[in-house]
């Protein structure tokens, strides 16, 4: 049987046989067939096989010979590269590097003579779709991988930075003289070109999370779907380099040092990763996990990111039929009452009342028939109104109480001085200035607004801030700032830079005497306010080398903060997932699930700001003296989901107060 019938119709009457032969075009191997001889021989002028791809280029060849005290760079092509192989290699030679960029079977061929390769590495070396892998063979090692296939077009992009480690005498690739050595520089200098394209990708997901953020489109969809296709490519490149790399470790040799150097000239012996090269290939591996963690991280980003971009549009949606269900709910009755008095009833005198008529019966319908369909809506509305300002409603009610005395004052005399129609507009207005100047206290004139001095503050008779936790915000170029955080210099809002040095914190808010100044202090794996440092050192450790352990000291970095401890490991702090501060045991780095260990900052002549949960800052609550909560105050970041549970507690501020390099606080916090 010469014909192989690959795909057959299920209809008898139509023979759609169709044979390898038909798919002959989509061979991927010029000269290959099914059955071929495997592998290419390069001591016959045709490889061994009957026909031969057409493999011809122009090839730039580097050889680099080098020992720990000499080096010799020639750059060759594809007719000076065998005269030179021919020639006998220099005895001080150590290692030679032999570079070619750009594939030609002539090159493939006088190499493959010169370095006896075997068959099967050759075939693998002109096909440009292979696999990331690597083969041992009894003299050689044949490894493949993203930019390393005898360089077929970019071998300067390698070949220049190793070139001038080799020319840098006290390099430890020049140093080792090992081969082993030289190809993980070739390898390391591989995964380092994907470092920048994934910081790429990372800058573009984060240019559309912020459209995503303030406007999701469909469009937003396309883009990222793009991106997660790409970096599933990237993935399926770096994930067989790890296993590469664990592969080449998986060799190391147990050949002791002082006899590694006869090995690795000896060309009969097999390749062999020293000792050395198993060390730096393990850094090499660390940077394929963090390329692979961070691709990860940015691909789940982008999932996360379309199914908001959908969710914020079916919220829209959503929206949108809301609007419209109301705008029913109000033309229901209308509809109802005008087919009503449309139709042609005899005698129907209401007709005869006009217009005002209809309209003192509608009102009143619409009103009813709102107040009953939406009923639920309306009352979880004012629910969440009164509870959200039940203080501003406590306070009405207070000064209601307190004007009547003033009212009834004025209204009296109003009556002894005043015509009959005066007195009722006085009662109305005498009624909303004093409701007004009870609740906003006196209004300030700031341009051509009015505002209460207690919670804003005037700059330049135009712009109007307000002051939180007790500090009026300064003014600079149309915006309000801290000076917690900022500073403005010509009319230049800059951040405060980072604080260098460990730093003690105090709280800062003039309206809440009791904690105005007072320390930030650590007690019960906990970060608290005005209450007792908690501390504890081991009796072996002599006591002048403890701290005092009376004070709180905190270390920041890179938006992570730490206790400034001598214990070893040291002692990390974060904000747990109910959001208090808090700090890590000693001896141990357990962090509880869903908290955060960054998002801080610590700048000088500033204060310490959380910058997680939408900037809402920090607040200081109460004492929980009844449940044994002793007198320090409790310290708590707020956010978009704890504001309301919060609503009791005050916000302050945290003043960053240095303090020399090198001060520990504490053995350790307990």
Not at 16 to 37: C, I, K, M, N, R
Request: charged share 15%; with cysteine.
């Amino acid at each position: 049987m010469d014909k192989m019938p690959v795909a057959q119709s299920g209809d008898d009457s139509v023979d759609a046989a169709q044979t390898v032969e038909d798919f002959q075009e989509f061979t991927s191997q010029p000269g290959w067939h099914p059955g071929a001889e495997p592998g290419v021989d390069p001591t016959k002028p045709d490889g061994g096989h009957a026909s031969m791809p057409t493999l011809i280029a122009r090839c730039e060849i580097t050889v680099v010979d080098f020992s720990q005290d000499k080096l010799s760079i020639k750059k060759l092509n594809n007719e000076t590269l065998p005269g030179f192989l021919e020639q006998p290699q220099p005895e001080w030679v150590r290692c030679r590097w032999i570079n070619v960029n750009g594939l030609s079977w002539d090159v493939i061929q006088t190499l493959g003579r010169y370095k006896n390769l075997h068959r099967l590495a050759i075939e693998d070396i002109m096909n440009t779709r292979n696999r990331t892998k690597s083969e041992w063979y009894p003299t050689h090692a044949f490894v493949i991988l993203t930019l390393l296939n005898f360089f077929e077009q970019s071998a300067e992009d390698i070949e220049v930075p190793i070139i001038h480690r080799l020319q840098t005498i006290d390099t430890i690739v020049r140093q080792s003289c090992d081969a082993s050595m030289l190809g993980q520089a070739i390898i390391d200098g591989i995964i380092d070109l994907a470092i920048p394209v994934v910081a790429c990708y990372g800058d573009v997901i984060g240019d559309l999370e912020l459209d995503v953020l303030n406007r999701p489109t469909i469009e937003h969809t396309k883009k990222l779907y793009i991106l997660i296709s790409e970096i599933h490519k990237i993935l399926a490149l770096i994930n067989p380099i790890t296993a590469l790399i664990n592969t080449l470790r998986d060799h190391e040799t147990d050949i002791a040092q002082d006899a590694l150097m006869s090995h690795l000239l000896d060309p009969d012996h097999g390749v062999i990763i020293t000792h050395l090269t198993y060390t730096y290939l393990g850094d090499i591996l660390d940077h394929c996990v963090l390329i692979t963690e961070t691709l990860n991280q940015l691909k789940a980003s982008a999932e996360g990111m379309i199914d908001l971009i959908f969710n914020t549009i079916s919220a829209y949606q959503n929206e949108s039929m809301k609007q419209l269900t109301i705008a029913t709910i109000i033309f229901l009755p209308l509809t109802f009452l005008t087919g009503y008095f449309g139709q042609n009833f005899a005698g129907f005198t209401d007709l005869d009342y006009g217009v005002s008529y209809f309209w003192k019966i509608a009102i009143p319908v619409v009103v009813f028939t709102i107040i009953i369909l939406l009923r639920e809506v309306i009352y979880e509305y004012l629910r969440a109104l009164l509870q959200q300002h039940r203080n501003i409603w406590i306070f009405l009610a207070c000064n209601v109480v307190r004007f009547t005395i003033d009212r009834d004052l004025l209204l009296y005399r109003i009556k002894l001085s005043e015509p009959p129609g005066m007195r009722r507009s006085a009662q109305a207005v005498s009624a909303l200035l004093g409701l007004v100047h009870g609740v906003i206290g006196e209004l300030l004139d700031c341009g051509p607004a009015r505002y209460d001095p207690a919670q804003y503050v005037c700059w330049d008779n135009q712009f109007l801030c307000p002051i939180i936790a007790g500090e009026p915000l300064s003014h600079c170029a149309g915006a309000c700032y801290s000076k917690f955080m900022y500073t403005c210099t010509n009319n230049i809002l800059t951040l405060l830079p980072p604080v260098d040095t460990p730093f003690t914190l105090t709280v800062h808010n003039p309206n809440i005497p009791i904690i105005h100044d007072k320390p930030v202090t650590a007690a019960g794996l906990h970060w608290s306010l005005n209450g007792e440092t908690s501390s504890y050192c081991p009796t072996v450790v002599p006591r002048d080398v403890c701290p005092p352990g009376n004070t709180t000291v905190i270390v920041a970095s890179g938006g992570s903060v730490a206790m400034s401890v001598m214990v070893p490991g040291g002692q990390q702090a974060y904000l747990d997932p109910y959001w208090n501060m808090a700090y890590t045991q000693a001896h141990s780095a357990y962090v509880p699930p869903g908290s955060l260990r960054t998002g801080f900052g610590a700048y000088q002549g500033g204060g310490f700001v959380n910058l997680n949960g939408n900037g809402w800052g920090w607040v200081a609550c109460p004492p929980r003296a009844s449940g044994g909560g002793g007198t320090a105050w409790n310290l708590v970041a707020r956010n978009d989901t704890n504001a309301e549970r919060l609503s009791s507690c005050h916000p302050v501020n945290l003043k960053v107060n240095p303090v020399p390099a090198g001060t520990f606080g504490a053995w350790q916090y307990t």
